[in-house]
């Protein structure tokens, strides 16, 4: 008599069952199909109201508008554009705007932000009260007034155009913004931009190379003077053989402004000041919080081997405290981001202002372009997340090897 | 800002705006016994608030003499200030029932906003507001110049229209609310603030030496503001054309608030069609027979209304102009009450 092998229960069902279901098992699935229909059913009445709404008034609905002429103009645009343009371009423009406002504030938040973090740690007395001094004030004030305060400060407080402060005859400082020369191309510009990425490439992988032999042969090899020489010597010998990489432009008064030379709004500099600066504080008490989670024997133990404290800190205690750093500090990144939709208040050309604000009230539709502005914070706060998690992801493996 | 036309814009997706019901906006606001209206964030002399809340204004006269017609009384109004950009999401959403808010009359705006413009309550044109120290006596010397705008309105695109029609080159800051703007201007930001002209000199009121600026000559466009409804109620929209109609008719006619008691009882034939005396031109409207003498007595013919908030009894001493009757100069002309 043979005993019948009884067959496993099929694999399949049972998966679907506990990842839909949970513990409940079929019933669950039923009550989540029940509830996905709902919230479909939902959508899709608000949709076809929406649209009949829309209808019934003879507002104008659709994308079409895009391809429309503006008509109007913006004070900052990093790409070619004029009041002849379509609206696709203007929101092009405003993204652009809020990019950048981004990148730089993110970037600013960080370094001070760690600044303060480290000096809120020190074991200086003043230093460490400054800092906290510098969170409690910064963190408990409203983002819009210190915008607003840096805003109206700097311009109360700069002359105008023809009382420029000038420095050297270069750089002008006024209430229309920072004038700075600006750089025009000459024959030995592609070469000189050649050399400079041939350098940084080098330098890359000199570092890495000395990385390799410190954790495999334990040789300390000093790279940074090598470094520097590359740096520096290569585009200066390139700029020696085939002639001057570019001429400046310098701005010169005419009319009422300055023309010539790249010239950065006011506008800007009030809303990453006071982006960057908000951020900041919450970026140092995590940084701070990041630090003291590390065991304070990792500390004593770096400082018994004869490392210096900086070292020690580099080396040892920072990398470990980024694992809990990360989350909250992406976290910040995004709230900046979005912070940054602020700028309509002081004027500055931003997504929200340009597109959500101006092509709004022109065109008059509403759903269309709170969708597509919506959508663009939703993707942009994606992709940081997702770049931050990649970060972390290599961090974790690079502790655990 | 942007929070307001997030939810106006989450109102209208969620239909709040009723179509079908839109053609019942006066039995709408008869059930809820106030008007809803519309109007800017204080600008003096069109709609500005004082320090008891009241709000006074032409802008605001046209909502009374509405309410007047409607209940009887110009105090049963609920006054939404809205920004320059706002205004047309909250007309569409149907948070308001009308929008009287210094708006420009334009063929898009009539059409592709869902809404109807019904009249023109003042005559406009754009202008420039410079300091006098820059020494500037026209328009054509701002080459290169930069100039404070209010975003969302015709003045931003005329202001493109104009420099590039006279090729000259310009920067253009833009601000949500009138008062950032002129903030901008005063602290030096832009060397022009532009818009229209009556705003000009409501604006100049507002800085800390008036005197020191000056509105140059050059009028660079036509502006016709008006009352806006929204499309698909016809009978609304004949209630809000005539109610200024009326105060523009009873100013050829010379009905004032003075003497609206003495007029009501005269034997004229146009004077008792348009007091209800004979006839029932009122309740054709929808309204009552008496919806002419309700609107004078409430806030005055259109005459009175021009001087007290704009004219020679306000602080902006701006001429009639353009704004006075069409057989005294000026061309604001009603059609005949009959």
Not at chain 1, 68 to 75: K, L, P, R
Not at chain 1, 320 to 325: E, G, N, T
Not at chain 2, 169 to 181: H, L, P, W
Request: proline share 4%; aromatic share 10%.
């Amino acid at each position: 008599m043979s005993i019948e092998a009884r067959s496993p229960p099929s694999q399949f069902a049972f998966r679907l069952k506990r990842a839909l279901g949970g513990r409940a098992g079929w019933g669950g699935v039923a009550l989540q199909i029940v509830f996905v229909l709902i919230l479909t059913w939902i959508g899709y009445e608000i949709f076809v109201n929406a649209r009949a709404n829309l209808e019934s008034q003879r507002i104008a609905s659709g994308f079409g508008f895009l391809n429309n002429t503006a008509g109007f103009d913006v004070s900052q645009s990093l790409i070619p554009y004029s009041g002849s343009d379509t609206y696709t371009r203007v929101f092009l423009v405003g993204l652009v705007n809020t990019i950048l406002v981004s990148v730089i504030g993110i970037f600013f938040a960080t370094v001070i932000g760690f600044i303060v973090a480290l000096g809120r740690l020190s074991p200086n007395w003043l230093v460490s009260r400054v800092a906290g001094g510098y969170v409690e004030l910064i963190r408990n004030l409203p983002i819009l007034f210190q915008m607003l305060f840096w805003y109206l400060a700097v311009l109360a407080a700069l002359p105008g155009p023809r009382q420029s402060i000038s420095l050297f005859g270069i750089f002008f400082l006024n209430n229309r913004g920072l004038i700075v020369p600006s750089p025009i191309g000459e024959p030995g510009f592609g070469p000189f931009m050649i050399a400079v990425l041939v350098a940084i490439v080098a330098s890359v992988i000199l570092h890495r190379y000395a990385r390799r032999q410190l954790f495999q042969k334990g040789i300390a090899i000093k790279v940074w003077p090598y470094v520097l020489g590359l740096l520096i010597g290569l585009p200066f010998l390139t700029a020696l053989v085939f002639g001057m990489p570019f001429m400046l432009e310098l701005p010169q008064l005419k009319g009422f402004n300055f023309a010539g030379g790249v010239r950065v709004i006011p506008e800007l500099v009030a809303l990453v000041v006071a982006l960057s600066t908000y951020t900041a504080a919450f970026i140092a008490e995590i940084v701070r919080a990041g630090i003291l989670a590390v065991h304070k024997g990792q500390m004593e133990a770096g400082l018994s081997l004869g490392l210096g404290r900086g070292s020690v800190l580099r080396l040892i205690v920072i990398p470990q405290a980024l694992r809990v750093i990360l989350p909250p500090l992406t976290n910040q990144y995004l709230n900046l981001t979005k912070n940054s939709s602020l700028a309509v208040a002081i004027g500055y050309p931003d997504l929200v202002s340009v597109f959500a604000g101006t092509t709004l009230s022109q065109t008059g539709q509403a759903i269309e372009i709170i969708a597509i502005t919506m959508g663009v914070y939703l993707a942009l706060s994606l992709l940081t997340s997702a770049i931050m998690s990649f970060y972390n992801w290599r961090l974790s493996r690079s502790l655990e090897a | 800002m942007k929070r307001v036309s997030l939810v106006l814009t989450l109102a209208i997706a969620a239909g709040l705006a009723a179509g079908p019901a839109a053609a019942q906006t006066l039995k709408t606001i008869k059930d809820r016994g106030t008007l809803s209206c519309g109007v800017s964030q204080g600008l003096p002399g069109f709609s500005t608030p004082d320090d008891k809340g009241n709000w006074t204004g032409l802008d605001v006269d046209i909502c009374r003499a509405i309410a007047a017609a409607v209940f009887n009384d110009p105090t049963k109004i609920k006054f939404v200030p809205l920004s320059a950009k706002d205004r047309f999401t909250a007309l569409q959403s149907g948070e308001i029932d009308v929008l009287s808010r210094n708006t420009t009359w334009t063929l898009s705006r009539d059409t592709a906003l869902g809404a109807n413009f019904t009249g023109v309550t003042y005559y406009d044109g754009q202008g420039f507001l410079v300091k006098k120290s820059l020494k500037v006596n026209s328009a054509l010397e701002l080459s290169s110049a930069s100039v404070c705008v209010q975003t969302g309105t015709t003045t931003e695109q005329n202001l493109a229209d104009y420099f590039k029609g006279n090729n000259m080159k310009y920067e253009v800051i833009a601000f949500t609310s009138a008062d950032e703007t002129v903030k901008a201007y005063e602290a030096g930001r832009c060397d022009v603030f532009t818009s229209d002209v009556s705003q000009l000199y409501a604006e100049r009121l507002k800085l800390s030496n008036p005197a020191d600026h000056v509105v140059l000559p050059e009028v660079i466009s036509k502006e016709p503001l008006g009352p806006m409804v929204r499309h698909g109620d016809d009978q609304w929209f004949d209630i809000v054309k005539w109610t200024l109609f009326a105060m523009v008719d009873a100013e050829e006619l010379g009905v004032t608030q003075k003497n609206v008691d003495d007029m009501a009882k005269s034997d004229k034939p146009d004077l008792k069609r348009a007091f209800g005396t004979d006839g029932n031109l009122g309740e054709q409207l929808g309204l009552t027979k008496d919806w002419f003498y309700r609107i004078i007595k409430a806030v005055g013919n259109y005459g009175e209304s021009f001087d007290r908030n704009v004219g020679t009894g306000s602080k902006l001493q701006i001429s009639r102009g353009l704004n006075n009757l069409w057989n005294k100069g000026g061309i604001q002309y009603a059609p005949p009450i009959r």
